[in-house]
């Protein structure tokens, strides 16, 4: 199974990515701002895609009573997120090395796969509550109070994936460069899986 | 005597009759399909960027306008040597000292000739040049944030006309003086004028990295009026060259007893030579008294600092370094083209312009073939230097700027027209009238060893019925050439703002980029910054009361002030928090005898306000700047000078 070792000790490698690039990414951009305001989501936390970014999107969204923009240090996501992108590197390479030298089958490999799929899983889950909660959880007080047709309250939720009107902006929210490097680790993972099949089996019929 | 003033004037009025009747034949005749072309080639589409910048002087608005072309649009207004009250310069704390001279706080000035910074004869962009003439000043304004950042008075000095012109690589700006004066000032009968009055040519050095100026030295030149400038460039690097006209020394009625002479003088200076001689310790310093006020972008501060003393030099001590070049008949302008080679002197009494060869100089000057001297000063001969003569090409020629495909272009004042000749030949290629009496006319780069001849633009000084008419009082007006075919093309006039006295283009390309977008907060080293809120404070030292106010959109904290009694001088030191392109917010309190201002983001302006009647008195955002910028506003509660209700200052808590 070295083929597959090795791929699989690339694959988690890409993981680590993340913690260069972000992971995801939400413009808004609107007519007064011809170059879109925007923040990129690390695992450790939120900045600006430009200097000052966070601070205007604050500016604008104390209008319509949305909480500011978390420091790292206000989400435990923040410390948890690395540990577990480490941690999940960290055992695919452990597993990819156990590959290599034929100590682990290609079940291993599935496995990891499986556990990074539910971890993305319930990352996602958890972006989109935060998301969620920072598009509708607003200050009574706030200054402009915008409601739907119906009457019930108005939500600037950004959208998960995807772009979605918001007043008077065009918010775009996609992977960033960290998430597609993880997906190309995770398929990555997946082609050892099927590699390592063919492997053990070629072994095991020896 | 009057007799002869009556002869002239009718016949300079005849003349320019003559002229403005056959611009208006001329007019009628081009209008039509001409129009429908050139509206296309001067749109410029809504959101779209105009190719060049052009600044063109305020005149007597003491200020810098900036526009665009070829759309004509006006960008900007930056305020130089007068206050300006739409964004507090010259009325903040903060930029009061800009304004400071020697004679105390100037508020005006007559802003003549904008000149942008140079490296290896190109235009680098980085800085502009601005002369004051009526309190002799150079402004250096900062293209990065279009402010001016620097004022140096310039002493000994009247009338600095001949400036300001940078050389090749903005070594030195010079400030030529108008008027001759006596130097040092004194009292003394004007009558004994000649011969004792001095013209003071001052170079300026301008530091490469900071561009920082210093007067180097001054030339102490016989008493001439000395009219206009122009640096050599290329082979004539190292020299400068000075019109002059009442080489008579005439000090009254000029206008007859100054144009006797057929020829006055253009001065040439070379100044490196003067340059080396003052590094090796020559010239000698005076007393002088001037201000040097300069601005800094982090502290948001100008300081002005009182110079005590200047070097001057006599160009007898420096042999072979000024010369003095017989040109008819009161030159204006001169200019030289861009291979440094040919010294254009407009004999603005006169149909004919001068082309005086800088090789042929040189030579003259190696073969010490003189005519004479002017108070020890060589002249040189006319025939030795003389290149060639552009004969009879209009009435009154004043500037020539050049394309840099060989063609030069001289606006002639009394004719009203431009007029288009090759630099060789000397032979009139073309001529457009001129709507009414243009002054200088501009190619971005034009005078400089890289002109980018695309378009020109006329700056004239009368303006009739170009526009619908506003009373007696007129804008003056501009004029667009298209001059990249072998005829000139009217496309555009538009209305500039004071008195549209000289310009300097430039491609936007070289500056849009570096045009910065918000000051740093966190590089604002302002005494008096509130960089957050929790900075926000009031205190009170004696009368004085500080208040560190901080501003974002929309909401100023503090908001209510109480404490405050009449006879207190009252600092609103206001510091903006946007860090947002764009986001200023302005500052308004009722009864302050000055002005508004207007803060730019992470920027703080300083007001000062006393109150003189006991009341609750309003202050608010002037500038337009959320959706609740109506709601920007605060109180400040004035008592009696004999109250004892203490400082106190809140946001939000009702
Ligand atoms: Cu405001």
Same mark, same amino acid.
């Given at each position: 199974?070295k083929?597959?070792g &090795?791929?699989?000790?690339?694959?988690s490698?890409? /993981?680590?990515? /993340?913690?260069?690039?972000?992971?995801?990414n939400?413009?808004?951009?609107?007519?007064?701002? +011809?170059?879109?305001?925007?923040?990129?989501?690390?695992?450790?936390g939120?900045?600006?895609?430009?200097?000052?970014?966070i601070?205007? &999107?604050?500016? &604008?969204?104390?209008?319509?009573?949305?909480?500011?923009?978390?420091?790292?240090?206000?989400?435990?996501?923040f410390r948890i997120f690395?540990?577990?992108?480490?941690?999940? @590197?960290?055992?695919?390479?452990i597993?990819?090395?156990?590959?290599?030298?034929? $100590?682990i089958?290609?079940?291993?490999?599935?496995?990891?796969?499986v556990?990074?799929?539910?971890?993305?899983v319930?990352?996602?889950?958890?972006?989109?509550?935060?998301?969620?909660?920072?598009?509708?959880?607003l200050?009574?007080?706030?200054?402009?109070?915008?409601?739907?047709?119906?009457?019930?309250?108005?939500?600037?939720?950004?959208?998960?994936?995807?772009?979605?009107?918001?007043?008077?902006?065009?918010?775009?929210s996609?992977?960033?460069?960290?998430?597609y /490097?993880?997906? =190309?680790?995770m398929? !990555?993972?997946?082609?050892?899986?099927?590699?390592?099949?063919?492997?053990?089996?070629q072994?095991?019929?020896r | 005597?009057k007799?002869?003033?009556?002869?002239?004037?009718?016949?300079?009025?005849?003349?320019? !009759?003559f002229?403005?009747?056959?611009?208006?034949?001329?007019?009628?005749?081009?209008?039509g399909?001409?129009?429908?072309?050139a509206?296309? $080639?001067?749109?410029?589409?809504?959101?779209?960027?105009?190719?060049f910048?052009a600044?063109?002087s305020?005149?007597?608005?003491?200020n810098?306008?900036v526009?665009?072309?070829?759309s004509?649009?006006?960008?900007?207004?930056?305020?130089?040597?007068?206050?300006?009250?739409t964004?507090?310069?010259?009325?903040?704390?903060?930029?009061k000292?800009?304004l400071?001279?020697?004679?105390?706080?100037?508020p005006?000035?007559?802003?003549?000739h +904008?000149?942008?910074?140079?490296?290896? #004869? $190109?235009?680098?962009?980085?800085?502009i040049f601005?002369?004051?003439?009526?309190?002799?000043?150079?402004a250096?304004?900062?293209?990065?944030?279009?402010?001016?950042?620097e004022?140096?008075?310039?002493?000994?000095s009247? #009338?600095?006309?001949s400036?300001?012109?940078?050389?090749e690589?903005?070594e030195?700006?010079?400030?030529?003086t108008r008027?001759?004066?006596?130097v040092?000032?004194q009292?003394m009968?004007?009558?004994?004028?000649?011969g004792?009055?001095?013209?003071?040519l001052s170079?300026i050095?301008? =530091?490469?990295?900071?561009?920082?100026?210093?007067?180097?030295?001054?030339l102490?030149?016989?008493?001439?009026?000395?009219?206009?400038?122009?640096?050599?460039?290329?082979?004539?690097?190292?020299?400068?060259?000075?019109?002059?006209?009442?080489?008579?020394?005439?000090?009254?009625? /000029?206008?007859?007893?100054?144009?006797?002479n057929?020829?006055?003088?253009?001065?040439?200076i070379?100044?490196?030579?003067i340059?080396?001689?003052?590094?090796?310790g020559?010239g000698k310093?005076?007393?002088?008294?001037?201000?040097?006020?300069?601005?800094?972008?982090?502290?948001?501060? @100008?300081?002005?600092?009182?110079?005590?003393?200047v070097?001057v030099?006599d160009? !007898?001590?420096v042999?072979?370094?000024v010369?003095?070049?017989p040109?008819?008949?009161s +030159?204006?302008?001169?200019d030289?083209d861009?291979? #440094?080679e040919y010294?254009?002197?407009?004999?603005?009494l006169?149909?004919?312009l001068?082309?005086h060869?800088?090789?042929?100089?040189?030579?003259?000057?190696?073969?010490k073939?003189f005519?004479g001297?002017?108070?020890?000063?060589p &002249?040189l001969?006319?025939?030795?230097?003389l290149?060639?003569?552009?004969k009879?090409?209009g009435?009154g020629?004043?500037?020539?700027?050049?394309?840099?495909?060989g063609?030069?272009?001289?606006?002639?004042?009394?004719?009203s027209e431009l007029?288009?000749w090759?630099?060789e030949?000397?032979?009139?290629?073309?001529?457009?009238p001129n709507?009414?009496s243009v002054?200088?006319?501009?190619?971005?780069?034009?005078?400089?060893?890289?002109?980018?001849? $695309?378009?020109?633009?006329?700056?004239?000084?009368?303006?009739?019925?170009?526009?619908?008419?506003?009373?007696?009082?007129?804008?003056?007006?501009?004029?667009?050439?298209?001059?990249s075919?072998e005829k000139?093309?009217?496309?555009?006039?538009?209305p500039t703002?004071g008195?549209?006295?000289y310009?300097?283009?430039?491609?936007a390309?070289?500056?849009?980029?570096?045009?910065q977008?918000?000051?740093?907060?966190?590089?604002?080293?302002?005494?008096?910054?509130?960089?957050?809120?929790?900075?926000?404070?009031?205190?009170?030292?004696?009368?004085?009361?500080?208040?560190?106010?901080t501003?974002?959109?929309s909401?100023?904290?503090?908001?209510?002030?109480e404490?405050?009694?009449?006879?207190?001088?009252?600092?609103?030191?206001i510091?903006?928090?946007e860090?947002?392109?764009?986001?200023p917010?302005?500052?308004?309190?009722?009864?302050?005898?000055?002005?508004e201002?207007?803060?730019?983001?992470g920027?703080?302006?300083?007001?000062?306000?006393?109150?003189?009647?006991?009341?609750?008195?309003?202050f608010?955002?002037?500038?337009?700047?959320?959706?609740?910028?109506q709601?920007?506003?605060g109180?400040?509660?004035?008592?009696?000078?004999?109250?004892?209700?203490?400082?106190?200052?809140?946001?939000?808590?009702?």
């Amino acid at each position: 199974m070295k083929k597959a070792g &090795i791929i699989m000790i690339i694959g988690s490698l890409l /993981l680590l990515g /993340l913690f260069k690039f972000p992971l995801w990414n939400i413009m808004l951009g609107a007519p007064q701002y +011809p170059e879109p305001l925007g923040m990129d989501i690390y695992i450790e936390g939120i900045k600006g895609v430009q200097e000052f970014d966070i601070q205007n &999107i604050d500016g &604008i969204n104390h209008y319509i009573g949305m909480q500011k923009i978390p420091k790292p240090e206000a989400m435990w996501e923040f410390r948890i997120f690395p540990l577990v992108i480490g941690g999940m @590197a960290a055992l695919g390479v452990i597993i990819g090395i156990l590959g290599f030298f034929g $100590k682990i089958n290609y079940w291993g490999v599935l496995g990891w796969l499986v556990l990074m799929f539910v971890l993305g899983v319930l990352g996602m889950y958890d972006f989109n509550t935060w998301l969620t909660d920072y598009g509708t959880n607003l200050d009574p007080r706030a200054i402009m109070k915008m409601t739907n047709p119906d009457g019930t309250p108005m939500s600037y939720k950004p959208p998960l994936f995807g772009h979605q009107k918001m007043l008077n902006f065009d918010v775009d929210s996609f992977p960033s460069l960290g998430a597609y /490097l993880m997906f =190309a680790g995770m398929l !990555l993972t997946l082609v050892a899986f099927f590699i390592g099949k063919k492997e053990w089996k070629q072994i095991k019929s020896r | 005597m009057k007799k002869s003033i009556k002869i002239i004037a009718s016949l300079l009025l005849t003349i320019g !009759l003559f002229g403005c009747d056959n611009d208006n034949k001329k007019k009628d005749g081009n209008r039509g399909a001409l129009a429908s072309n050139a509206a296309e $080639k001067v749109y410029v589409a809504p959101g779209d960027h105009d190719e060049f910048y052009a600044f063109i002087s305020g005149g007597y608005s003491g200020n810098l306008t900036v526009y665009g072309l070829p759309s004509g649009r006006m960008f900007k207004e930056i305020p130089v040597f007068s206050q300006f009250p739409t964004n507090g310069y010259g009325y903040s704390e903060e930029t009061k000292p800009m304004l400071n001279t020697s004679h105390g706080f100037i508020p005006w000035d007559d802003s003549h000739h +904008p000149d942008i910074s140079q490296t290896s #004869g $190109k235009l680098d962009g980085r800085w502009i040049f601005i002369n004051g003439n009526n309190t002799p000043r150079i402004a250096k304004i900062d293209l990065k944030t279009f402010e001016t950042t620097e004022i140096i008075e310039v002493p000994n000095s009247a #009338g600095n006309h001949s400036s300001s012109f940078v050389t090749e690589n903005t070594e030195y700006v010079v400030a030529g003086t108008r008027f001759s004066v006596p130097v040092p000032q004194q009292d003394m009968p004007i009558k004994e004028y000649k011969g004792k009055f001095k013209g003071a040519l001052s170079f300026i050095s301008v =530091a490469p990295e900071t561009g920082r100026m210093n007067i180097k030295f001054q030339l102490l030149m016989p008493g001439f009026n000395y009219d206009l400038a122009h640096p050599g460039r290329g082979k004539s690097h190292g020299w400068f060259f000075f019109t002059t006209y009442n080489t008579e020394e005439a000090n009254s009625l /000029l206008e007859v007893n100054a144009s006797q002479n057929d020829k006055d003088f253009i001065a040439a200076i070379n100044w490196k030579k003067i340059e080396e001689y003052v590094n090796n310790g020559g010239g000698k310093t005076m007393p002088a008294n001037y201000a040097h006020n300069v601005y800094d972008d982090e502290t948001h501060n @100008a300081t002005s600092t009182m110079m005590k003393e200047v070097l001057v030099v006599d160009p !007898l001590e420096v042999p072979g370094a000024v010369f003095l070049l017989p040109t008819p008949k009161s +030159p204006h302008g001169v200019d030289v083209d861009p291979s #440094g080679e040919y010294i254009i002197g407009n004999g603005k009494l006169s149909a004919d312009l001068t082309v005086h060869s800088f090789t042929k100089m040189i030579d003259a000057i190696e073969n010490k073939k003189f005519d004479g001297d002017a108070y020890g000063i060589p &002249i040189l001969n006319f025939e030795d230097i003389l290149s060639g003569t552009v004969k009879q090409a209009g009435l009154g020629p004043l500037h020539t700027e050049f394309d840099g495909k060989g063609n030069a272009y001289t606006t002639f004042f009394i004719s009203s027209e431009l007029v288009k000749w090759d630099v060789e030949t000397r032979e009139v290629i073309d001529r457009k009238p001129n709507y009414y009496s243009v002054g200088h006319v501009m190619i971005p780069g034009g005078n400089s060893a890289e002109p980018f001849g $695309k378009y020109a633009v006329s700056m004239n000084k009368i303006t009739k019925d170009r526009y619908l008419p506003t009373g007696p009082e007129l804008e003056h007006s501009a004029q667009l050439f298209d001059i990249s075919g072998e005829k000139m093309e009217l496309l555009l006039d538009f209305p500039t703002h004071g008195e549209p006295h000289y310009a300097a283009g430039i491609p936007a390309s070289i500056i849009k980029e570096n045009s910065q977008k918000i000051f740093k907060l966190a590089e604002n080293k302002h005494e008096y910054a509130a960089l957050s809120v929790n900075d926000a404070k009031v205190e009170r030292d004696g009368n004085e009361v500080h208040v560190y106010m901080t501003m974002i959109r929309s909401h100023f904290t503090p908001d209510n002030i109480e404490g405050i009694k009449v006879g207190d001088k009252v600092y609103f030191h206001i510091t903006n928090h946007e860090q947002d392109f764009d986001v200023p917010h302005g500052f308004a309190m009722i009864g302050a005898n000055n002005s508004e201002l207007l803060i730019m983001p992470g920027q703080t302006k300083t007001l000062v306000w006393e109150p003189k009647q006991v009341g609750v008195w309003p202050f608010y955002c002037t500038d337009f700047c959320s959706a609740l910028h109506q709601e920007m506003q605060g109180y400040v509660r004035v008592s009696p000078k004999s109250s004892n209700i203490e400082l106190s200052w809140s946001l939000g808590d009702d």
